[in-house]
């Protein structure tokens, strides 16, 4: 029995590249999508959302809090 011609299947890694492809298309046309007046104010509020809340917190729970992340720094990975 002859075999059969694979022109008409892809090749498994140009497959591969249309799918990654297709999938950065969809997130720029996403990114792009964003109104910028809403991107604008959300990054504002972000560059100062840090320094805000640190001044809101007393000494002793900042420290609590930095004891929390430095257990968490030094917790074994599994």
Request: no cysteine.
């Amino acid at each position: 029995m002859p075999k059969r011609s694979s022109n008409k299947e892809k090749d498994v890694n140009i497959l591969a590249s249309e799918i990654v492809e297709q999938a950065t298309k969809e997130q720029e046309n996403q990114l792009n999508d964003k109104n910028p007046a809403a991107v604008a104010l959300g990054k504002l509020g972000g560059l100062k959302g840090g320094k805000a809340r640190a001044e809101k917190l007393t000494p002793e729970r900042r420290s609590e809090i930095a004891k929390i992340a430095a257990s968490a720094r030094w917790r074994k990975k599994d």
